[in-house]
């Protein structure tokens, strides 16, 4: 089945600074759709960018997806150490699951 | 704002034993789904459900696990006789429509098999 990997594992930033996170998959999506997770907690959904769109927007956040080369890739502009957290991306194909990359652990030092 | 709920919290189980995880969905959601993360790994898909029956399972959802919708509100997970390598959070999640739209998460139920 489809499914996100996120690249890098794991980011070290200071605040202040822009956090990139990138997902590639496989296969064909319907969308692609990127979450946080603090650590122990659950997930919260950040943005969902269907696969006819090639960018959006959502306050500091800024998601592109370039479905030539399966690619999706998280910005975050400005980054707070409230800002660290796993990031995943979770792909949507033609049935009702999302498939889950590993995530990428995001540590923003103040 | 609404927000899908799931009881218990944490829940501790000597291994054989049954247990139930509740979930209570977004009340106009349609589709609902639950997923496990081992500690450490990533999210799993284990199940979605829509009008009152399974409508896409993984390879990890076998015969000990069922989900029932026993009324209008809550959406149950239950793993017939534990094994140890069932230790992980669950979590339940909802949506409107179909995987096309957002999936909103619970909090999870962290499940130890002892």
């Known amino acids: 089945s489809q499914q996100g990997e996120e690249d890098p594992q794991a980011l070290s930033i200071q605040e202040g600074e822009n956090a990139t996170m990138n997902c590639s998959y496989k296969?064909?999506?319907?969308?692609l759709q990127w979450y946080r997770q603090n650590s122990g907690r659950g997930l919260v959904h950040l943005i969902l960018?269907?696969?006819?769109?090639r960018e959006k927007h959502s306050g500091r956040l800024r998601v592109t997806l370039d479905t030539s080369k399966k690619s999706s890739s998280l910005l975050i502009t400005a980054s707070r150490a409230a800002d660290t957290a796993s990031y995943f991306c979770?792909?949507?194909?033609?049935?009702?699951?999302?498939?889950f990359g590993a995530g990428t652990r995001l540590t923003v030092k103040p | 704002e609404p927000e899908v709920t799931q009881t218990p919290s944490h829940q501790v189980t000597q291994m054989g034993q049954e247990v139930i995880l509740r979930c209570v969905p977004i009340?106009?959601?349609?589709?609902f789904y639950w997923y496990r993360q081992i500690l450490g790994q990533k999210v799993e898909f284990l199940v979605s459900?829509?009008?009152?029956?399974?409508?896409?399972k993984s390879e990890i959802f076998d015969d000990q696990f069922s989900v029932e919708r026993p009324d209008g509100s809550n959406f149950t997970l239950k793993i017939r006789s534990t094994k140890l390598e069932d230790s992980a959070m669950y979590f339940c999640?909802?949506?409107?429509?179909?995987?096309?739209?957002?999936?909103?998460f619970g909090p999870g139920t962290r499940l130890l098999v002892l």
């Open positions: 979770a792909t949507g194909v033609n049935n009702n699951d999302m498939r």
């Open positions: 459900f829509y009008n009152n029956e399974i409508s896409e």
């Open positions: 009340s106009n959601h349609l589709y």
């Open positions: 999640a909802s949506s409107f429509g179909a995987q096309t739209e957002t999936q909103y």
């Open positions: 296969t064909s999506i319907n969308n």
């Open positions: 960018i269907r696969s006819n769109e």
